[in-house]
T-cell receptor
Framework: NAGVTQTPKFQVLKTGQSMTLQCAQD?????MSWYRQDPGMGLRLIHY???????DQGEVPNGYNVSRSTTEDFPLRLLSAAPSQTSVYFC??????????????FGQGTRLTVV | GNSVTQMEGPVTLSEEAFLTINCTYT??????LFWYVQYPGEGLQLLLK?????DKGSNKGFEATYRKETTSFHLEKGSVQVSDSAVYFC????????????FGEGTQLTVNP
């Protein structure tokens, strides 16, 4: 049971380059989300999706795009990387809330450095 | 909007010491509350949760009680081990937030032998 799989684990980009962070889950979860983790700021929501074909913005969406063509996959695209996007990125998935205690499952993270 | 505030870290303890990590929240109604743990080089995993007032979540010797009157969900463990060294995140899911989680800043715990 793979759970939530993110690739790559590490990436270095030059300013202005674009790239896609991959996220896949095999639990048939409707809800998927992307967070960035920065020191002293916890995890901040970038984008989320409640099902295939449906995406929405979180707290810090600028500079990022997402799409959800299948239930399993939720890639995050950096259109033109900036040093401010240096961070650790986590993908998470869960069932759509049927009760408040629904657990979110996280990938292992992608450490991105923009130089 | 919803928010979560954790005690400032990092926290350094000796093995077998008592641990408390404070967490307070702001939310309307009755949110669900969570503690997640992040071990070095890994993603977050659920440690424990509570979904209504006065509930106590517990797992691996850790406990937290949902206190509506003080809007708190403090994490405690009676005797920490070196293997408990990790970053701990308090989080909430609001009544009207759908599946969205709001996280605190995280607290780095280091346990020395």
């Amino acid at each position: 049971n793979a759970g939530v799989t993110q690739t790559p684990k590490f990436q270095v980009l030059k300013t202005g380059q674009s790239m896609t962070l991959q996220c896949a889950q095999d639990m048939n979860h409707e809800y998927m989300s992307w967070y960035r983790q920065d020191p002293g700021m916890g995890l901040r929501l970038i984008h989320y999706s409640v099902g295939a074909g449906i995406t929405d913005q979180g707290e810090v969406p600028n500079g990022y795009n997402v799409s959800r063509s299948t239930t399993e996959d939720f890639p995050l695209r950096l259109l033109s990387a900036a040093p401010s996007q240096t961070s650790v990125y986590f993908c998470a998935s869960s069932y759509l809330r049927t009760g408040g205690g629904t657990e979110a499952f996280f990938g292992q993270g992608t450490r991105l450095t923009v130089v | 909007g919803n928010s979560v505030t954790q005690m400032e870290g990092p926290v350094t303890l000796s093995e077998e010491a008592f641990l408390t990590i404070n967490c307070t929240y702001t939310a309307t109604g009755y949110p669900s509350l969570f503690w997640y743990v992040q071990y070095p080089g890994e993603g977050l995993q659920l440690l424990l949760k509570a979904t209504k007032a006065d509930d106590k979540g517990s797992n691996k010797g850790f406990e937290a009680t949902y206190r509506k009157e003080t809007t708190s969900f403090h994490l405690e463990k009676g005797s920490v081990q070196v293997s408990d060294s990790a970053v701990y995140f308090c989080a909430l899911r609001g009544e009207t937030s759908g599946s969205r989680l709001t996280f605190g800043e995280g607290t780095q715990l280091t346990v020395n032998p």
